[in-house]
């Protein structure tokens, strides 16, 4: 498809449990973040990658989460041992470069921990 | 600390009539500022931007402010229609402030266009 494409659509999980989401980015986007938003809020950065450099890690609220990336295709947003303050739309976002908004983002992975 | 911020929740317009959907912002090295559109259940979607170095930046009925002396931006929607329902947010980015073209995000603007 055209756009960012994410999976699962929606994660129920216990707490304690790891989970792991997914993002397509759009063909030839070089950049990719990952930004969740709890209920009533903004959304929040998580980290973001360019290309090959090291990934932008500083909005990872714990080191419970991390992130990976193949080259400049699909990433993974790793969520280890879950709890109910996880619960949140995780949206990942792609755009050509890092420096030239605008981002375009996929429909998100809702995400419930009981 | 919210560096992009929304104050209105919520806002209600007739049809037709003009809706401004306002947005302030703390960080003076913010270079680039975007409105996004969001229906429930998607991904938001881009609307319009504007750079720092302009002051309006019009898209058919969409039309963006910036002020930069007030550190303040608005969307204007001109006529509304019933399909522009949706929460709207203000984001904004130091594209060359070493924060990677990172997005900042309000809180949001419920816009609801009575037919």
């Known amino acids: 498809g055209a756009g960012v494409s994410q999976s699962p659509s929606n994660k129920v999980t216990e707490k304690g449990k790891d989970v792991e989401l997914r993002c397509d980015p759009i063909?030839?986007?070089?950049?990719l973040y990952w930004y969740r938003q709890r209920l009533g809020q903004g959304l929040e950065f998580l980290i973001y990658?360019?290309?090959?450099?090291?990934?932008?890690k500083s909005g990872l609220p714990s080191d419970r989460f991390s992130a990976e990336r193949t080259g400049e295709s699909v990433s993974t947003l790793t969520i280890q041992r879950t709890q109910q303050e996880d619960s949140a739309v995780y949206l990942c976002?792609?755009?050509?470069?890092?420096?030239?908004?605008?981002?375009?983002f996929g429909p998100g992975t809702r995400l419930t921990v009981l | 600390d919210q560096q992009v911020k929304q104050n209105s929740p919520s806002l209600s317009v007739q049809e037709g009539r003009i809706s401004i959907l306002n947005c302030d912002y703390t960080?003076?090295?913010?270079?680039?500022f975007l409105w996004y559109k969001k229906y429930p259940a998607e991904g938001p979607t881009f609307l319009i931007s504007?750079?720092?170095?302009?002051d309006k930046n019009e898209d058919g009925r969409f039309t963006v402010f910036l002020n930069k002396s007030a550190k303040h931006l608005s969307l204007h929607i001109v006529p509304s229609q019933p399909g522009d329902s949706a929460v709207y947010f203000c984001?904004?980015?130091?594209?060359?402030?070493?924060?990677?073209?990172?997005?900042?995000f309000g809180k949001g603007t419920k816009l609801s266009v009575k037919p």
């Open positions: 976002a792609s755009t050509i470069s890092g420096i030239l908004p605008p981002q375009y």
């Open positions: 063909s030839g986007h070089t950049a």
């Open positions: 990658f360019q290309g090959n450099s090291a990934p932008d």
């Open positions: 960080n003076s090295m913010f270079d680039y």
């Open positions: 504007i750079s720092s170095i302009k």
């Open positions: 984001a904004a980015s130091a594209r060359y402030g070493g924060s990677q073209g990172n997005l900042i």
